[in-house]
Every structure is written in structure tokens, then in C-alpha cells.
């Protein structure tokens, strides 16, 4: 056997593609499109090395037109989350002992395909299957996922480098063992990047995983499953399954081999899975790793001297980008009276030239939300909100579910800073604002670190650099990814490691090697060179 301390290639984070008129990228991926809309798919789940159809078939569609049907997957039951267990358990032994620079070329080779050939597709399904427009698949579909692998290499070797000191006559060393037993990758449908870094990362440092996606975003799954199966992932090492959360976790949790979750989703279903672990924490082989990231309830808090202009770009963008389908969202505003009127008027005149529509035509910034569920719970928070009369709608409040789940950009002036909009995660395209008064910075503060138990992302706007770091203070704990001048949201793997504390999650930073240390249990070596032969020290000796 031939050994060697390797280098991995340098991470640098992808370029994002423009899709200008007439570019490569835009033809190719109209084209994917085109393709993606006349074939109807059949999609297995995949267990070990088997692709698993049920027969129980479930309808996939494009939110912004629900009547035109991408194809169909299979749902599994119980039996076929016991299936995906054992396939992981069988597949540990080889897939922990292969050598780490063989498990990392499997990805890097996965980052390569999703950059090249799979681009198009991976981009196209996401687009299709989430309404998410061309630029906002191709950073997430395309340019996350590909960091997050490339980079979580890197991340790997460094936690393999990281040794104990060692005195004379002793060598101490450490080794990062994976997690005994299997991993559960709970997945959201909002970031196809997400998802794939979800089963990915515990994959990588040697795990094993079982792999559930959100129902609506399985279109991309598939894809991902495609591009980890061509990258060479050994069979049963990433189990992909469609069954029923509470059927899935009412397996999992109560497996002796379950060794930890990693999940991105609601805050309500999270503290409830770690409340059904915590109560059958006698049940494993080990304690288990919970790693969450959650909710949020994400502020824009403007100082007095912060430019208008610069401001309301922001909101915008941070505000509806992907329809507000984002953790880290701009949902709720604090802005001064002094600037609100221009704020307000910029805003205004950016949301006329916005068009909604389909992510299909490349001219529409503004796309459908996920599905009816989701329809009818925006639309009720803003229907209520037109019924509070300290609630203004300064910008649209319309909705429409009859060809797609439109819902237009809202903006909401509530003169109540503890209102339901002000308080609740929405997660869809309304922003509310408050108006304080200009003199009133310091108490609005705050109002902001106590109005939401999350604590995700939030940003700072001002010119004067007094206010950016008395905001910096104060706000030490009210966002885990804080932002000067800046929208809260598109964290960048390798630059803003991302995640939120509070009731957004455990904080374990997706995109960064704390992550990676939540997937391996260290065991420490010590080898003695020449042991004593006697029991006796030298204190024990008289003068």
C-alpha cells in the first residue's frame, strides 16, 4: 500500500454564471427546460443499491403551474425506512475504513459534475420543481452545492491535521472516527444546496446516512442522487427515501443505532424530535448528535444616517428574493421617521418594475411559492393583517392560487412593533415595517433583540460608524449572521459560515469545519516509547 500526506486542491468558490442574452449557460439551460417539461419522470427511492418503486405513486409539479404534471415518485413506508437502515449499517464498516482522500476525490468528483455536465439539469429541476428563477437556481443549485463539497474537503483535512503536542518518550495523536451507527439527514425544500450538503457532510467524514427530502423539492433530490451515484458513492453509504415524517421518525428515533440528525426545517418539528430523543436517550448505543438550523424571524434595523437608496435595494432584494422562501429573510424592518417616506418611495417604484410570473420566462425576478399549504398560510396572515387597523398595506396584499401559488410582494406599515406580522415567521414575500422615531436608535435596539425568540440573521444600516458598533453590541446574541450595511441574506460558503442561535438552531455552522467536528468522535492515542519497569518514583526516597 502506497502512503501519503496528501494536498486537496485548493477550494475557491464557484463562479456564479450571469445567463446574459445569447451567453452558453442560457441556451443550455432554456433547453434543459424545454426537455425537463416534456418527459414525466418515474422516481424511485434509493436503498442501497437498489432503486425502490412502490407502486404508491405521488404527482410532482411546478408551483407557479400546478396543472402541468414533471412526473411522479414513489412513496415508501415504515418498512422501507427499516430497509434504508439496515443498507447503511451494512455499507459502515467498508465505507469508514476506506481511506479519506478516496472519499474525497468521490465528492470533489460530485462538485466537478454539478459544475459541467449537470449544470443545466440540476439548475432546470430546481427551477421547475421549487419556482426558483434562473439566477436563484444558479447560486443555490449550482454554486452552493458546489462549495459546500469542495470546501467541506478542505474542512476534513484540516480536522485531520489538527494534533495533540506530544513530550518526550510519548507520541500522542488523535483520530477522528466517524459516528458509531447511522445519520439522519432531514431535508427543506427551499435550497437544493441544502439538501445536498445535508447527507453529504456526515457522509464525507466516513458516516453513514438515511436521506429525507421535503416532498416538494425531490425533482432536485433526484438529481443529486444521480450526480452522487456517477461521482461513485458505494452503495447503502446515502440511503434516499420518500415516506411520512412522523412514519420515518417514528422508526429512526427508536433505533439503537440512530448516532445523530442533521436537519434543516420548521422550529416546531425540530423541538419535537429532540424532545422524542431526549426521551429515548436510553434506547442508543451513544448519545446522539442534534444539529439544527431553524427558523427566523430576520430584522433590518436603519439608523438615522442610513442612505434611503441603499436601504431599500435592500429589502427588496432581501425581502422577496425567492419569493421570502428564505431562513434568512428580511421579514420585519425597523427604519427611522426621517428617512421612511424616501425608503418607502424607492421601494414602491422598484415593485413596479418587478414582473411575477414564471421562473421559465427570464424576465420574471418574482416566482410562486412552494405549494397550497404554504398559498393558504401567507394569504391568511395577510388577509388578518388587512383587518388590523394598525396595519397599513403600503404594497400588495393580492394573491392567486388558480394557475400557480402567486402571491405578490407585500409590504405591511404596522404601527404596532409587537404585531402578528412583526412577531411570527412568515416565510413568504411580506415585509412589515416599523416607523420609530428618529431619536429613539437606542430603545429601538432593543425592541429588536426582544421582539422574536430567533436569532438568525439580521442587518445594520447606517453611515454613522457610532450606531454600527453600539448595534454590533447590543445584537451580540439577537443573529447568528450579521450584517453592516448589507441585506441578511446569501451567506457564501468558505466567507459567512451560516447559522442562527436561539430558537433558529443549534449554530453549527454550515459551511465551515465546526460542522464537520458535529460528524466525528475523537479517540486519543498515547504510545509510550520505554515504559518503567518500577512501581517507585523518586519522591518516595529519603535523603
Same mark, same amino acid.
Given at each position: ?327 434568512? &429573510? /428580511?421579514?420585519?424592518? *425597523? =427604519? ?6 424616501? $425608503?418607502? #418611495? ?131 446574541? &439577537? /443573529?447568528?449572521?450579521? *450584517? =453592516? ?6 451567506? $457564501?460558503? #468558505? ?49
Amino acid at each position: 500500500m502506497s502512503i501519503g500526506f496528501y494536498n486537496v486542491p485548493a477550494p475557491v468558490n464557484e463562479p456564479v454564471r450571469n445567463y446574459a442574452p445569447g451567453s452558453p449557460e442560457k441556451l443550455a439551460l432554456k433547453k434543459e427546460l424545454s426537455h425537463a417539461r416534456s418527459v414525466e419522470l418515474d422516481i424511485p427511492m434509493f436503498i442501497g443499491g437498489e432503486e425502490v418503486r412502490t407502486g404508491t405513486k405521488l404527482r410532482l409539479s411546478p408551483p407557479h403551474d400546478h396543472k402541468h404534471t414533471l412526473g411522479y415518485f414513489h412513496e415508501g413506508d415504515a418498512t422501507h425506512v427499516e430497509q434504508a437502515i439496515q443498507a447503511a449499517l451494512h455499507a459502515k464498516d467498508a465505507w469508514e475504513n476506506l481511506s479519506w482522500e478516496h472519499r474525497a476525490a468521490i465528492f470533489l468528483k460530485a462538485a466537478d459534475l454539478i459544475a459541467g455536465p449537470y449544470r443545466a439539469r440540476i439548475n432546470a429541476a430546481t427551477m421547475l420543481g421549487q419556482s426558483k428563477s434562473a439566477y436563484q437556481a444558479e447560486i443555490d443549485s449550482a454554486c452552493e452545492i458546489i462549495d459546500f463539497l469542495r470546501f467541506n474537503v478542505n474542512y476534513m483535512v484540516e480536522i485531520y491535521k489538527q494534533q495533540p503536542n506530544s513530550s518526550p518518550g510519548f507520541w500522542n495523536r488523535v483520530e477522528q472516527r466517524p459516528l458509531e451507527g447511522f445519520v439522519f439527514a432531514l431535508t427543506p425544500f427551499n435550497f437544493t444546496a441544502i439538501a445536498g450538503n445535508l447527507p453529504t457532510a456526515p457522509a464525507l467524514m466516513g458516516n453513514t446516512v438515511i436521506w429525507k427530502p421535503a416532498y416538494s423539492q425531490i425533482y432536485s433530490a433526484y438529481v443529486l442522487m444521480q450526480v452522487f451515484r456517477e461521482a461513485g458513492v458505494p452503495d447503502g453509504v446515502i440511503n434516499l427515501i420518500y415516506v411520512d415524517g412522523p412514519v420515518t421518525g417514528d422508526v429512526i428515533f427508536k433505533h439503537r443505532d440512530f448516532a445523530g440528525i442533521h436537519f434543516t426545517g420548521s422550529t416546531s418539528v425540530f423541538q419535537q424530535i429532540w424532545k422524542t430523543i431526549g426521551q429515548n436517550i436510553s434506547l442508543y448505543k451513544s448519545y446522539p448528535r442534534i444539529v439544527g438550523e431553524t427558523g427566523g424571524k430576520d430584522f433590518v434595523l436603519a439608523h438615522p444616517s442610513a442612505h434611503p437608496k441603499v436601504l431599500a435595494t435592500a429589502l427588496i432584494r432581501g425581502a422577496f428574493e425567492y419569493q421570502g422562501q428564505k431562513c434568512s &429573510a /428580511a421579514s420585519r424592518a *425597523y =427604519i427611522p421617521s426621517n428617512i421612511w417616506d424616501e $425608503v418607502k #418611495g424607492y421601494m414602491l417604484e422598484d415593485l413596479k418594475q418587478i414582473k411575477m410570473g414564471s421562473p421559465e420566462d427570464f424576465t420574471n425576478f418574482f416566482n410562486a411559492v412552494i405549494d397550497e399549504r404554504a398559498f393558504d398560510k401567507i394569504s391568511t396572515y395577510i388577509s388578518n393583517a388587512k383587518k388590523d387597523p394598525a396595519i397599513e398595506v403600503v404594497a400588495g396584499g393580492n394573491y392567486d392560487k388558480s394557475k400557480g401559488y402567486f402571491i405578490e410582494p407585500t409590504i405591511l406599515l404596522s404601527a404596532n412593533p409587537s404585531s402578528v406580522p412583526m412577531c411570527e415567521e412568515i416565510f413568504g414575500p411580506v415585509l412589515t415595517v416599523y416607523v420609530y422615531q428618529e431619536q429613539n436608535f437606542e430603545q429601538t435596539i432593543e425592541l429588536v433583540n426582544q421582539t422574536s425568540p430567533y436569532a438568525l440573521t439580521g442587518s445594520i444600516f447606517a453611515q454613522d460608524r457610532y450606531a454600527i458598533e453600539l448595534a454590533t453590541q447590543k445584537l451580540r446574541h &439577537a /443573529a447568528g449572521n450579521f *450584517y =453592516i450595511n448589507d441585506k441578511p441574506t446569501g451567506a $457564501v460558503v #468558505g466567507q459567512q459560515p451560516f447559522g442562527g442561535s436561539r430558537a433558529s438552531g443549534t449554530n453549527d455552522k454550515a459551511g465551515s469545519m465546526i460542522n464537520l467536528l458535529r460528524w466525528v468522535s475523537p479517540r486519543v492515542i498515547k504510545e509510550t516509547f520505554v515504559p518503567p519497569t518500577d512501581f517507585r518514583y523518586p519522591f518516595l526516597q529519603e535523603e
